[in-house]
């Protein structure tokens, strides 16, 4: 910030020789135990530039003005919220890709090297896969919970009453888990639902690159772990909330323009056939 120049007293002379300084008589000077107002202690024997009684000019100070820092008050300062206070419907928040592939790596990691420390007693592929589905449950009941919430109160809006339904046909809820899970949690919709010519309660959930194994290389010995057990679990626990128990596992089914391609083979309790059974009748 450039400060205006004008006319003004320099306070230090340019010349070279060193300024003599009038000195006053001490017995022009008052008494310190004399009692004086502020304004008539000011002598008027000193000069009028450092006179702080003396009158203002138009004239540019001869000193830069002091810059003090703003206060800011307390009530200004934005504090975060609660949690509980943000809008429910709000547009749903991404987390980074990077992010999440490394904190999924390394979590792969952890588990293969506890694996590894554990030597003679350490646990087989399956129960790798099984703390992975573990994992993800935890995931898949929370992931539940917020998408029902969200529908209800979207449907509720919508229609003026209490909105949202809950499915209570096999078909009608895996494909709420093939759609609005799955493109809420993994940001697009699976790839494919089919259903099983050979069991009646078996239905498969196909999905070409899964977001879990697309950045995860395993060791050429535990080149069988299926680290997409992880979004198996998730499966599982909508499921299960949703009161269709299942039993949901992973398994890589490649192909020439798909080397990644995941089918989660998801086989239903009997009893969840028989209630479907007895609705379509």
């Known amino acids: 910030m450039s400060i205006p120049r004008g006319p003004s007293t320099p306070i ?15 017995s022009t000077l008052p008494h310190p135990t004399a009692a004086q107002s502020p304004a008539s202690a000011s002598s008027s024997t000193f000069p009028s530039a450092l006179n702080p009684n003396a009158q203002l000019t138009n004239s540019a100070p001869d000193y830069p003005p002091q810059m003090t820092a703003p206060t800011t008050s307390s009530s200004s300062i934005r504090k975060p919220g609660s949690i509980y206070e943000r809008n429910i419907n709000r547009r749903t928040p991404e987390v980074s890709l990077n992010a999440f592939a ?12 506890q694996r590894k420390e554990a030597g003679a007693n350490a646990g087989s592929l399956p129960d790798l896969e099984t703390r992975l589905n573990t994992l993800g449950y935890h995931v898949g009941q929370r992931a539940l919970e917020l998408v029902t919430i969200r529908e209800a109160t ?72 299926s680290v997409a057990a992880y979004a198996a ?14 039993k949901v596992s992973a398994h890589t089914v490649e192909d020439e323009d798909h080397p990644l391609r995941t089918v989660f083979l998801i086989k239903f309790d009997q009893a969840v056939i028989e209630r479907d059974q007895k609705i379509a009748a």
Not at 12 to 26: A, C, L, Y
Not at 102 to 113: A, D, G, K, N, P
Request: aromatic share 8%.
């Open 233 to 246: 679990g998730i499966i599982e626990a909508v499921l299960n909330g949703a009161k269709f128990p299942a």
């Open 154 to 225: 979207a449907g509720a809006s919508a229609k003026g009453a209490a909105g949202g339904r809950r499915e209570n046909k096999i078909l009608g809820i895996l494909e709420f888990v093939h759609t609005h899970v799955w493109k809420m949690v993994f940001g697009r919709a699976a790839d494919g639902l089919e259903k099983s010519r050979d069991e009646e309660n078996e239905y498969m959930i196909i999905d070409n690159e899964p977001v879990v194994s697309k950045y995860v290389s395993v060791p050429r010995e535990n080149s069988q772990l």
């Open 102 to 113: 490394f904190l999924f790596s390394e979590l792969v990691q952890y588990l293969l090297r």
């Open 12 to 26: 230090i002379p340019s010349s070279k020789g060193v300024p003599q300084i009038p000195r006053t008589p001490s």
